[in-house]
């Protein structure tokens, strides 16, 4: 954790904000603007990237992971200029849980992948990318878009203390723990066989 140099209210402050950047959920709205139905009623119901794949529309999918990413590294940006590293990392814990369970949907929200890695490239740069390049290897090499989030996921602790971020330290384990608790279900098909892979329904 970075030392904590600012007022519980300003922290508090970016805990909100975090979280309603987090909270909003552009999969749905490019599925709603681009004419491809309700998310909720296609493939797993899930509204990110992976099920916006699932409609045929890779530039929709596309858009998708990159808003996603980019909420949670603009709720990181703005903390940090504004009001230090302790609310970086409040805002950033926010905005995953913003993703995660957003009010606007009954907190039934996305796994928070695409967030994840937006929220560490802008938290960290050079940990950002060794998670995407993580996720990039295992989903290349493995076609499953899930397996390769909790391999991003399981290796971004590691690269935390590999590249010497230490002061995210915990973040990142809290992060980690989350993206294993969203993929509970996955986990159990990988173990199965039956989880599908990308581009599949």
Not at 153 to 170: C, D, K, N, P, Q
Not at 185 to 200: D, F, H, S, V, Y
Request: charged share 10%; hydrophobic share 55%; aromatic share 8%.
């Amino acid at each position: 954790m970075p030392e904590l140099v600012s007022s519980t209210p300003v922290l508090v402050l970016w805990g909100v904000i975090g979280y309603l950047l987090g909270s909003i959920p552009f999969g749905m709205v490019l599925a709603r603007v681009m004419n491809l139905g309700d998310l909720r009623k296609v493939g797993s119901g899930n509204i990110g990237a992976t099920n916006v794949l699932r409609t045929g529309n890779k530039v929709a999918a596309a858009l998708t992971v990159l808003l996603d990413g980019a909420k949670g590294a603009v709720a990181v940006l703005l903390a940090r200029v504004l009001a230090g590293e302790d609310a970086a990392q409040v805002a950033a814990l926010a905005a995953f849980l913003g993703h995660c369970f957003p009010v606007w949907l009954t907190f039934r929200g996305g796994k928070g992948v695409a967030t994840f890695l937006g929220l560490m490239l802008a938290l960290a740069w050079p940990v950002g990318l060794a998670c995407c390049a993580t996720w990039l290897f295992a989903a290349v090499a493995t076609r499953i878009s899930s397996l390769a989030a909790i391999y991003a996921a399981a290796l971004s602790t590691i690269w935390v203390v590999l590249l010497g971020y230490r002061e995210m330290l915990f973040l990142g384990m809290a992060l980690t723990l989350l993206i294993f608790t969203r993929h509970w279900q996955n986990i159990l098909r990988i173990r199965k066989g039956t989880e599908p892979k990308i581009g599949e329904s």
